[in-house]
């Protein structure tokens, strides 16, 4: 059953064709690479909202390397563990080009993976290379999807409104999260700030779910010059980078720096 919901009424959303439609008459188009833009002109701050090209193109050069692939194994290893059955509808809130996505929906036999993100390049560019995930363009804030239709929710990194994780969780469902731990990516902070503060670490809580597990997966990462200024595109801190910043680091023949993620799995209450 479709897990859509109008972004404007509020109503459920089928499919029909090529488009999207409510009761209310409202109507979305699917593109050609087969995503829908969920994400209503009034509801952006700007004209085109997320990354740009060139941090995705980074992005997408960085993990298909491999760097955080201990990572992805990790958070979809712990999702399959805690699931009776490798089933349901999942949602991947921020999912950029689909790199943690599509893994989860290899692993899933029956359901249906969503990937949403509000940038439309890295849609655009994940429903392509990946078919068998549906993804949409919408803001993390207002996810389009009916009240209890999903199964999980997976948020890496991403920024969401937990009122709304809530609303669209069946009871009993999950929500797995990852977020920097203290020491995350210390040396490459190191070439941009003269002093290296480490991550606060945050007493998470969601209100409506049960926490069941936290741990920390941190590892070292043997970059080249140029993996290391492609990873730095990916970050929130790039913007504070200077062009002598990317430079120096594109001309080193090697560069180590460590990884520290914090996982978190809840379970929402019945």
């Known amino acids: 059953m479709p897990c859509y919901q109008?972004?404007?009424?509020?109503l459920p959303l089928v499919r029909s064709a090529n488009v999207w439609s409510c009761e209310?008459?409202?109507r979305f188009d699917c593109a050609r690479e087969g995503y829908v833009n969920l994400l209503p002109v009034q509801f952006k701050r700007s004209k085109?909202?997320?990354?740009?090209q060139d941090m995705m193109h980074s992005r997408r050069a960085f993990l298909d390397a491999g760097h955080y692939q201990p990572l992805r194994e990790r958070v979809v290893g712990l999702i399959m563990a805690l699931l009776p059955q490798p089933t349901g509808n999942w949602l991947d809130i921020g999912c950029g080009e689909g790199y943690y996505t599509a893994a989860l929906a290899e692993r899933l036999t029956l359901g249906q993976v969503y990937g949403l993100d509000i940038a439309k390049n890295a849609i655009r560019a994940a429903a392509k290379r990946y078919p068998q995930v549906r993804f949409c363009v919408a803001s993390s804030q207002r996810l389009p999807f009916n009240n209890a239709s999903l199964d999980g929710i997976v948020r890496i990194y991403a920024p969401c409104n937990p009122a709304e994780m809530l609303r669209t969780i069946k009871p009993g469902g999950w929500v797995a999260t990852v977020t920097p731990g203290p020491r995350h990516l210390y040396q490459l902070k190191a070439q941009i700030y003269p002093q290296v503060l480490l991550h606060p670490l945050k007493d998470d809580r969601l209100i409506g779910f049960t926490p069941l597990l936290s741990e920390s997966?941190?590892?070292q990462m043997e970059l080249s010059g140029n993996a290391a200024a492609a990873l730095l595109q990916m970050t929130p801190f790039a913007w504070r980078a200077t062009a002598d910043v990317m430079t120096r680091l594109n001309e080193l023949s090697h560069f180590t720096c460590e990884t520290d993620f914090i996982i978190r799995v809840w379970r929402r209450d019945e």
């Open 48 to 52: 085109i909202p997320g990354d740009n």
């Open 217 to 219: 997966l941190s590892y």
């Open 24 to 26: 209310g008459m409202h």
């Open 6 to 10: 109008c972004p404007l009424c509020y």
